[in-house]
């Protein structure tokens, strides 16, 4: 990290972070790891992609002229409370190890990349800028996103093909509630290098990142309307262990999965014990998914963004019915996607999803 970097780093507010270097669980099995308290991990705002990324983050913040810097801590996942002007980020992220199991117990990390990093910090970090300066209440932003006080639905049906809205996290993200459809916007405007106004250029959404261009313009100099630097549900509170979290998450997500992709997948994978040594299919897919993925974004023009949905779901359904991969590897990678492209061509007239940030 360079020096200019390390004097930028400093002036994000972090909670709870310092220089841990003996932590006993590094070195520990994911059964006996999975059995600490999340309280006990003892970690902060800290680890190599946190640092690098927040750092950034730092960059282009002052790169836009913004004087507010929202203040982060660690928590169970990523979030930003209502009426808070700062962002929580998950505790897998703090250190490789974590992130490991992360990746055991749930297939993803989340963020996990610095690109996906990223993208996820300049989400966050809109929704605290809205907090802090109480910009839902404004006349522009309702104009052009809408009533922040619209209750959030438990699942939304998107429209793929809407240029309403700006494309920044998956799943057409911005079409769930006003309060996403600001945050996404606003993270496409930060984004550095990207013309947005060619990007853009012919969309409605178009007015909607000049309106955050106006919107920042007025504020970016001013003292932010809301300065408590509140946390909630730190890791330090939270007392159940590593392996209670990833079984309440597991059902969570579980509820995702519908089960209309099983008989399909049945027919393709199997859950015949004589195969239980056999890769799982649910490692299969995702050790595939990017060749898969590309393949059937030529097939049917689709943006691959679109076919990761579907793909999520059917990954999520093999890990519940345990089914395995058995058979030759190139047969079931093409077998799966037709299958794929089909599911896909459903999905978009028939697709929903959860509100899940």
């Known amino acids: 990290m360079g020096k200019s970097t390390r004097k930028h780093a400093r002036r994000i507010r972090l909670v709870g972070s310092r220089n841990r270097s003996r932590r006993p669980w590094v070195r520990w099995s994911d059964d006996k790891l999975l059995d600490l308290r999340m309280c006990n991990l003892k970690v902060g705002v800290e680890g190599p992609l ?8 730092d960059e282009e913040l002052e790169s836009r002229g913004i004087r507010f810097r929202p203040h982060f801590w660690v928590s169970s996942e990523w979030f930003t409370p209502d009426r808070i002007a700062g962002c929580a980020v998950p505790f897998y992220l703090t250190h490789p190890r ?9 297939l993803e990390v989340e963020g996990g990349t610095h ?11 809109g929704h605290a800028i809205d907090h802090a300066y109480l910009l839902h209440r404004r006349h ?7 009533r922040s006080s619209t209750s959030y639905p438990a699942f939304y049906k998107p429209r793929p093909y809407s240029k309403r809205y700006v494309l920044h996290l998956d799943y057409w993200y911005a079409q769930s509630h006003p309060d996403e459809d600001w945050a996404e916007t606003f993270a496409v405007w930060l984004r550095p290098r990207y ?15 000049e309106g955050v261009d106006t919107l920042i313009g007025e504020i970016a100099n001013a003292k932010p309307l809301v300065s408590t630097r509140t946390v ?9 262990t590593l392996r209670e979290h990833y079984e309440q998450k597991k059902t969570y997500y579980s509820q995702e999965y519908p089960d ?4 399909d997948l049945r027919r393709l994978f199997t859950d015949d014990p004589a195969y ?10 995702r050790r595939i998914r990017s060749d898969v993925r590309r393949l059937v974004a030529r097939w049917t023009g689709e943006y691959q963004y679109t076919l990761d949905q579907v793909l999520a779901e059917m990954i999520g359904r093999c890990r519940e019915l345990k089914l395995r991969a058995a058979g030759p590897e190139e047969r079931l990678k093409v077998d799966f996607a037709i299958l794929l492209t089909v599911q896909t061509m459903n999905y978009l007239h028939t697709g929903r999803h959860r509100i899940g940030m």
């Open 140 to 146: 522009l932003w309702q104009r052009l996103f809408g």
């Open 260 to 263: 209309f992709y099983d008989h």
């Open 232 to 240: 909630h549900e730190p890791v330090s509170r939270i007392r159940c």
């Open 50 to 57: 946190l640092t690098e990324c927040l750092a950034q983050l």
């Open 98 to 106: 974590l992130m490991r199991l992360e990746r055991q117990q749930m």
């Open 195 to 209: 013309n947005w106004r060619k990007r853009y250029e012919g969309w409605p959404a178009l007015k909607k990142l």
């Open 276 to 285: 239980s040594k056999s890769e799982s299919a649910a490692a299969f897919l």
């Open 115 to 125: 690109e996906a990093c990223m993208r996820i910090l300049r989400h966050e970090v």
